[in-house]
């Protein structure tokens, strides 16, 4: 799909950044609530090293996974994008929601794109002309206002 002006609104970057704010809230809240109910630490401080690969950690990380497979391939939206008004369509057709293989992308390459508090992905996203992100680039999709 060509992009062409009088498309969806792609200028999107700041609310973009509120939403994943809202969206770190929002798994911190899950992650603090699976760690009282389970029973295991949240923050690993420099003598816990050894202790990033143990169940409670792998749940957290399974659970955020989840999390935005589940919201943004199904829904289009997580809850910081349905606050701050934006969401995910599938880049080639338009469609919202893109689905779960275009999510489950977008959702690996969250580890890239969230190196340095997602300093990468908002590098990319400012240089990019339809201002996406690497793994909407690699999934094909857009963050669009609506």
């Known amino acids: ?7 969806p609104d792609v200028r999107v970057t700041g609310r973009r950044v509120v939403a994943t704010i809202i969206d770190g809230i929002v798994l911190s809240v899950i992650g603090n609530i699976l760690a009282a109910l389970f029973d295991f630490d949240v923050v690993v ?13 792998l749940l957290l990380f399974l659970v955020a996974a989840l999390y935005y497979v589940l919201m943004e391939g199904y829904l289009g939206r997580t809850v910081g994008k349905m606050a701050t008004g ?14 779960a293989g275009k999510a489950i992308l977008r959702t690996i390459f969250r580890i890239i794109d969230g190196l340095f508090g997602y300093l990468v992905a908002f ?9 996406r992100r690497i793994g909407d680039i690699v999934a094909r999709t ?3 206002r609506g």
């Open 45 to 57: 401080n420099d003598r816990d090293l050894t202790r990033l690969a143990t169940g409670g950690n």
């Open 142 to 144: 857009q963050v669009v």
């Open 123 to 131: 590098i990319v996203v400012l240089s990019s002309p339809r201002r």
């Open 86 to 99: 934006i969401r995910v369509i599938d880049g080639e057709s338009g469609r919202t929601p893109p689905g």
């Open 1 to 7: 799909m060509a992009y062409v002006s009088g498309g």
